[in-house]
């Protein structure tokens, strides 16, 4: 499950920036947890590589490239790859968990956090 929940006040204050403010906005920090994580990783994709197609028992994934602000969505009983056909080096993070989210929870998500969204597999091209 995909859990917002508030920080609590004995870890936040206002800045003195916020003064002006005070009375139209409370300090507030929202954290939200995806829970189920069951591994992280950094991929470094040399040009010109590709990770053939591949599915993942009991296990999502997602493949964030953080340079282009893209996540790419294998849900659970799919398959995806990835191809690098490009002459650069493609750094991702995958993050992969076993909690059945569905495409929308895990976009949405994402989403928030300023990436496009797509489900399945990540080709690039030059």
Not at 26 to 38: A, C, L
Request: proline fraction near 2%; include cysteine.
């Amino acid at each position: 499950m995909i859990k917002t929940t508030k920080l609590s006040e004995d870890f936040i204050t206002r800045t003195s920036g916020g003064v002006n403010f005070a009375r139209l906005v409370e300090p507030m920090v929202e954290k939200r947890t995806i829970e189920g994580i069951d591994e992280i990783q950094y991929l470094y994709v040399s040009p010109w590589t590709s990770i053939k197609m591949h599915g993942h028992d009991g296990q999502w994934e997602v493949w964030l490239r953080p340079s282009h602000k893209t996540a790419n969505v294998c849900l659970k009983d799919e398959e995806h790859e990835l191809v690098n056909n490009s002459g650069v080096m493609m750094i991702l993070m995958a993050i992969k968990g076993h909690i059945d989210y569905s495409y929308d929870d895990l976009a949405e998500l994402f989403y928030r956090w300023g990436f496009s969204v797509t489900h399945g597999s990540l080709v690039v091209n030059d």
